[in-house]
């Protein structure tokens, strides 16, 4: 069965800077686009980030644009997310996401779009 495990969550301090994981297995990784989501207390899903399956191509949300990387490494079936300059708001529980074939690539951050989730990983950013 598919596995998405997210790791790398914790505690920062406002305009610091974690790196989370999310290891893929029991598919290939390699064919399918991936993103980043997140949800912060009392409020819904956020799409954060998202990468084309060669890794070529990134597109963000623009409340963490300029902040956030996504990258990936399709040898090691690995999804990253490299964020910078936190601050308080970025604090959520955050999923990586499998992004269905059968869904355009180009619609990205429609979360529907996304088939198969991992179970997150919390981050929290202390003012």
């Known amino acids: 069965q598919e596995q998405l495990v997210e790791s790398g969550g914790g505690l920062a301090q406002a305009g610091g800077s974690l790196n989370l994981s999310c290891a893929a297995s029991?598919?290939?990784?390699?064919?399918?686009?991936m993103s980043w989501a997140r949800q912060a207390p009392e409020k819904g899903l956020e799409w954060v980030a998202g990468?084309?399956?060669?890794?070529?191509?990134?597109v963000y949300a623009d409340s963490v644009k300029g902040r956030f990387t996504i990258s990936r490494d399709n040898a090691r079936n690995t999804l990253y997310l490299q964020m910078n300059r936190l601050i308080p708001e970025d604090t959520a529980l955050y999923y990586c996401?499998?992004?269905?074939?059968?869904?355009?690539?180009?619609?990205?951050?429609?979360?529907?779009?996304?088939?198969?989730w991992g179970h997150g990983t919390q981050v929290t950013v202390s003012a």
């Open positions: 996401a499998r992004l269905s074939l059968a869904w355009p690539v180009q619609r990205i951050d429609v979360m529907r779009g996304h088939d198969y």
């Open positions: 029991e598919f290939p990784f390699s064919a399918y686009a």
């Open positions: 990468i084309y399956s060669d890794g070529r191509t990134a």
